[in-house]
């Protein structure tokens, strides 16, 4: 019997010129496909975002306005991404993003922005797609790390015994991703293995939303001033796609 370590899969990241999903622009994208008995594959894109870079987005990813004007049209590049990624789902491989609902909904946002087809328009027929999040599942497998950052892709990687030399690039993240799914579906194999693309999507949407209205009543109760505590605060808790009528939820 296949696990899920064996199948062929799918991981993609993006890299931003900011950490607004519904506003900011993809600089880079990266899809890397893994698996089946068959030679890993990437994909990778390098895009002109439009718009200027900040410094604090460069500082993250290492791409800065100059190389970004050498990227390509991102009406062509987005088409493009979104039409592998397309390609990879109706197949049928699960894909993999750390944190999914960024990547997704910047991706969205994108496509609407240069009146591209939406995923839901590539994907007739498909309503719950086999998305993994193993951000998401992390939360709620071990939900008593200690330490602040301690659920940012690197550490949660060491968690899983992954390493990796470069961070911060979208293939590298991309693959991190991948790994940490992989070791996440053997080490809880009984509770994540039973479940079908529809449990598990299912599944995860109810978990992002209990992680982040937990999230928010920590915010609004116990954070202090300088941790960002409001009595007020909203937290979006929507999984997979963060609805553009609201402010984009936090991690």
Not at 56 to 63: D, F, K, N, R, W
Not at 155 to 163: I, K, L, N, Q
Not at 198 to 225: D, H, N, P, S, V
Request: glycine fraction near 8%; aromatic fraction near 8%.
């Amino acid at each position: 019997m296949s696990t899920f370590a064996d199948i062929r899969k799918s991981a993609f990241d993006t890299e931003t010129t900011g950490p607004n999903p519904l506003e900011d622009r993809i600089v880079t994208a990266a899809l890397v496909v893994r698996g089946g008995e068959r030679d890993d594959k990437v994909m990778s894109w390098l895009i002109n975002p439009g718009v200027p870079i900040p410094e604090e987005a460069t500082e993250v990813h290492g791409i800065t306005n100059e190389q970004a004007a050498q990227g390509a049209d991102p009406k062509e590049a987005l088409d493009d991404i979104a039409g592998n990624l397309a390609a990879a789902l109706r197949y049928g491989m699960p894909l993999i993003a750390f944190n999914l609902s960024f990547d997704w909904t910047v991706l969205a946002c994108e496509l609407a922005r240069h009146g591209l087809p939406s995923m839901a328009e590539r994907l007739p027929g498909l309503t719950a797609l086999p998305l993994v999040d193993p951000h998401v599942i992390d939360k709620q497998v071990d939900k008593y790390v200690k330490g602040t950052g301690m659920r940012k892709l690197k550490p949660t990687a060491e968690r899983y015994g992954v390493t990796l030399e470069d961070w911060h690039t979208a293939e590298a993240d991309a693959y991190a991703a991948l790994l940490i799914a992989e070791a996440q579906f053997t080490k809880y194999a009984r509770q994540l293995g039973r479940m079908g693309p529809q449990q598990l999507f299912a599944a995860q949407k109810a978990w992002r939303a209990e992680q982040q209205a937990g999230l928010q009543q920590w915010f609004r109760t116990k954070a202090t001033e300088e941790q960002g505590g409001d009595p007020k605060k909203v937290i979006d808790g929507s999984w997979p796609l963060i609805p553009a009528q609201r402010n984009g939820g936090e991690a």
